[in-house]
């Protein structure tokens, strides 16, 4: 490893420090931990109020009437109940019928066990949901169904910390970014929506959060075999959650590969590397592996993903078609009105104003994080190369994510926003820097606050405003 390279102190030309200089850090110890506990407050009220939104989003949305959740739903049950993984057919969609049941919003006289279109995701979050279901079996639906979703709420609570370790980790000396991510995390409508309903978002989100927050970690300390072996079981897990949440996969690659060039003598930074890389991708595809070989033996070819079965059973799904221009303006303007808030089966959109301020909002983060770039570009911050690095593999995240959801709608329509949660933590992390830096100093905090708080508002108002009128609450 290479030697830490210490900071010089009062004392660094031999003489002792004198009062002013003892009482300087005396009073620089006050104010970190003065921050610390100002941070610590924030964070727990984040999460509180995290709960209480989504547990309140959980007992008033009627079942079924949020995104896919009878399907998910239907998943969770049959492992539950058989013990094995059940296999997509022909005949698990019918889009008429799907369409059917949204516009009557999903009546309790409705059957919904047909519903099984989910069938070829990873298995992680619906075993881990199992348990719960049988433990809820022998209550009425509506209980089943809020104890689910319940523990959706509690993964996503857990995002929400792992994203403040990231940011702790990757900005140790900015409690402003520290307190503003989770707070942006937690309070996305949308998101709270997201994590009130059943299905698996949440987790893959609370991978790939973990999985940044460890890469992060190896950057600022240096790697260990311990570390190699963690990103492993990291990447193995998400293989077994979530497709589009793969995207963090090429980045683990590059964060172990970064972490031992930095920390490692010029010479052996190589062979290190690999070593632990091998560790990494070992371990992964230890863990994740078999769910690939499974489903080449279920469905046959070359289909590791069952991706060609999915496609041969969502006949009917809606298609993207010419990408034209006036198709292009569409998919973003549903993509960011879905990624803000557009509830149940994205049939209740907010106000045209609400969207108005967040995209004002969204464009003044968008300048201001192009003003940061140039800054570090100039070397004026982020001056660490495990520091650059980290915000490096934050901003690919993001990316990549967005990549792997524009490569999905460039055959099925889903301009979905929600699919980009996976890399929230990311883009709060970009979305906070940005925002900050169009303030000074001095407002930069009270603006940032303002925004995270009255996001928090927008949820609750959101919610008793267009979601529960809607179903005639």
Known sequence: MKPAIREAG???????PGSKDVE?????DVETTRQRLVTAAVIAVVLLSFVGLSHLYARRVP???????????????HL???????????????????????????????????????????PLYYAMLAPVYRLASGLPIDRQVLMLRLCSTAIGAL????????????????PLLQRFVPAFVAFVPMHVAVNAAIGNDVLAELLV???????????????SRRWAIGIGLLTGLILLTKVIAYAIVPLAVVGVLAASQLHEE?????????????????????LGGWWFIRNLVVYGGFDILGSQRHELVVTGQPLTGPVTRAAIQRFAGTAFHSFWGQFGWMGIPLSDRDYVILLGASALAGFGLLLYALRVARGETVTAAGQRWAVALIAGSVVLVAGAMLSYNLTYLQPQGRYLFSALPGIGTLFGLGFREVWNRRHAALMLGLFAGGLALLTLFA???????????
Do not use: C
């Open 10 to 16: 009062p004392s660094a030309t031999g003489g002792l």
């Open 24 to 28: 300087k850090d005396v009073e620089k």
């Open 63 to 77: 079942r079924w009437n949020a995104p896919d959740e009878p399907a998910h739903f239907n998943y969770i049950r």
């Open 80 to 122: 539950a109940t058989t013990g094995g993984l059940p296999v997509l057919q022909v005949g698990d969609y019918d889009r008429q019928g799907v369409e059917r049941l949204m516009s009557l919003k999903f009546p309790d006289a409705e059957s919904i066990d047909w519903l099984r279109y989910e069938n070829y995701q990873p």
């Open 159 to 174: 995002a929400v910390l792992a994203s403040f370790g990231l940011v702790r980790v990757t900005f140790p000396n900015e």
């Open 209 to 223: 959060t973990l999985t940044l927050w460890q890469l992060a970690v190896g950057l600022r300390w240096g790697p």
């Open 266 to 286: 010029r010479d052996r930074w190589r062979r290190t590397a690999a070593r632990y890389l091998g560790v990494t991708v070992g371990v992964s595809a230890l």
């Open 463 to 473: 919610l008793f405003r267009y979601v529960v009128p809607y179903f005639g609450g």
